[in-house]
């Protein structure tokens, strides 16, 4: 069974501060996705990242493929209130072409 | 655009009572999902279905079922709910399979007592 491991799964920082969410396997996922979800709403897709090595930007979000696709990672610059929420990333696997989710990780912003 | 909309928002169920969570698209997708996410395990698949009249197992099937019909229409049915049962369920849909975006509707949050 192919896992993606979060991490961390809570994180409380201050408005200003920078962070990175990780999120692992030790298998290989052909693309990864990274979904924001906020309280009682449905996950909406940030980004969709398909080649080993690719960094996509979404204005203060930073993403990265790694090289051997098992792994993945969310920066956020200069946190704001706004980006509370729970972050999911999600991976095509190898059984059927099933979307595979991580845990989460839950971030609160501060002001 | 209405995109996924599930229904109800909330229920409440007795130990062995049944019912069916309501999930519709107006977006031409062929695929929809079946997702239920319980605090700190993400979102696990129940059932999925890649057009109208085919349906397949997720990882969490037990206790559930699913018919698609239509294009539009996923509806999931619980039969003899279970306390193990309580828990946020999400639909989705996509154009063209996993590996492009998913939408999800809001949910039901479902509880069993």
């Known amino acids: 069974t192919q896992l993606l491991e979060q991490s961390p799964q809570f994180l409380s920082i201050q408005e200003g501060e920078n962070l990175t969410v990780y999120c692992n396997s030790s298998s290989v996922f052909s693309s990864l996705q990274w979904y924001r979800q906020e309280p009682g709403e449905g996950p909406v897709l940030l980004v969709t990242?398909?080649?080993?090595?690719e960094v996509k930007k979404l204005k203060r979000l930073t993403f990265q493929f790694g090289d051997a696709r098992k792994d993945s990672s969310l920066h956020i610059t200069a946190a704001q209130p706004g980006d509370t929420g729970l972050y999911l990333c999600a991976g095509v696997g190898n059984q059927g072409g099933k979307l595979i989710f991580g845990q989460g990780t839950e971030l609160s912003v501060k002001p | 655009n209405a995109g996924v909309t599930q229904t109800p928002k909330f229920r409440i169920l007795k130990i062995g009572q049944s019912m069916t969570l309501q999930c519709t698209q107006d977006m031409n997708h062929n695929y929809m999902y079946w997702y239920r996410q319980d605090p700190g395990m993400g979102l696990k698949l129940i059932y999925y279905s890649v057009g109208a009249g085919i349906t397949d197992k997720g990882e969490v099937p037990n206790g559930y079922n699913v018919s698609r019909s239509t294009t539009e229409d996923f509806p999931l049915r619980l039969e003899l709910a279970a306390p193990s049962q309580t828990s946020v369920y999400f639909c989705a849909s996509s154009l063209l399979g996993p590996i492009v975006k998913l939408f999800f509707g809001s949910g039901t949050q479902l509880s069993v007592l």
């Open positions: 990242v398909v080649t080993g090595g």
